[in-house]
C-alpha cells in the first residue's frame, strides 16, 4: 500500500520508514510535489495531527497521516507541549528550544517529562487516530549528538543513556512515535 507521510522531517521520515519496513511504500510530501508549509493552528496534538492529514487529503486524494509531538514536562503543567517546536520562537530552532527549557527548569526538582505523539490516518476518507507515549527524565546538560530536537536532554524511563545516545533502532522501539507507529502498522495489517 502506498501511504503519504505528510512531513518535511527528513529524521522523521527515516524513523518512520525503518519501522514499516518494506510492507509499505511511504512516499514524502517532496515525492507528492509538496512544497507548502502544512498548517498546524490547533491547540492540541490531536486537532493538530488531524489538521495536516486532512490538508494532504483534501488537496492531493491520497491515503496519508501526520503526525504532532509534543514534550510534556510535569512541572510545566505538560508545557510545551503542543508549542515544542516553536518554544523559544519562530525560529522553530532546536538548540534554542532546549537552552530556554534548560533555563526555565533551572532550580526545578522535579524533572518528569514525556513525549506524547498522536497520528491521524486518513484511509479513503476515514480518519483514525493513534496516540504513543514515553516516560523520562530532563537531563540538566546535553549528552549525545544523534537524533533531533531535544533527544540531548530526554533520558526515558529504565535507561541510562539519552534520546541522542542511542541509535535509531534503539530510540525507534521504545520511543512515542515508535509506539504510535507500532499500533499504526498493527491497524494497517489489520486492514488487509
Ligand atoms: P513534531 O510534531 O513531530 O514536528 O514535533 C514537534 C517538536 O517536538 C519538534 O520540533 C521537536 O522539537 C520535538 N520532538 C518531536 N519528536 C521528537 C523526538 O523524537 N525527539 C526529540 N524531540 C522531538
Redesign the pocket.
Same mark, same amino acid.
Given at each position: 500500500m502506498k501511504l503519504v507521510f505528510a512531513?518535511n522531517?527528513e529524521h522523521?521520515l527515516k524513523?518512520v520508514q525503518e519501522i514499516l519496513g518494506d510492507q509499505f511504500e511511504l512516499m514524502s510530501l517532496a515525492d507528492l510535489g509538496c512544497d507548502e508549509e502544512i498548517p498546524?493552528t490547533g491547540p492540541t496534538?490531536e486537532t493538530?495531527a488531524a489538521e495536516k492529514a486532512w490538508y494532504i487529503y483534501t488537496r492531493y486524494g491520497v491515503n496519508c497521516f501526520a503526525?504532532?509531538?509534543?514534550?510534556e514536562v510535569e512541572a510545566l503543567d505538560g508545557a510545551p507541549g503542543v508549542y /515544542?517546536?516553536r518554544?523559544a520562537g519562530p525560529q522553530?530552532d532546536?538548540s534554542d528550544?532546549i537552552r530556554k527549557l534548560l533555563m526555565v527548569m533551572d532550580k526545578i526538582n522535579n524533572r518528569k517529562a514525556r513525549?506524547r505523539?498522536v497520528i491521524s490516518l486518513i484511509i479513503d476518507g476515514v480518519e483514525t487516530q493513534f496516540e504513543g507515549v514515553v516516560n523520562g527524565t530532563l537531563l540538566d546538560s546535553l549528552n549525545g549528538t544523534a537524533?533531533?530536537?531535544?533527544?540531548p536532554i530526554?533520558q526515558p524511563d529504565g535507561f541510562e543513556l539519552s534520546?541522542a545516545q542511542m541509535d535509531l533502532a534503539q530510540?525507534n522501539e521504545i /520511543?512515542?512515535?515508535g509506539r504510535a507507529i507500532s499500533q499504526l502498522v498493527q491497524y494497517l495489517n489489520e486492514l488487509k
Open positions: 512531513t522531517n522523521k524513523e498546524e496534538l493538530n503526525d504532532d509531538t509534543g514534550l /515544542s517546536a518554544y522553530r532546536a528550544n513525549f505523539t537524533g533531533f530536537g531535544y533527544d530526554f534520546f530510540k /520511543s512515542h512515535r
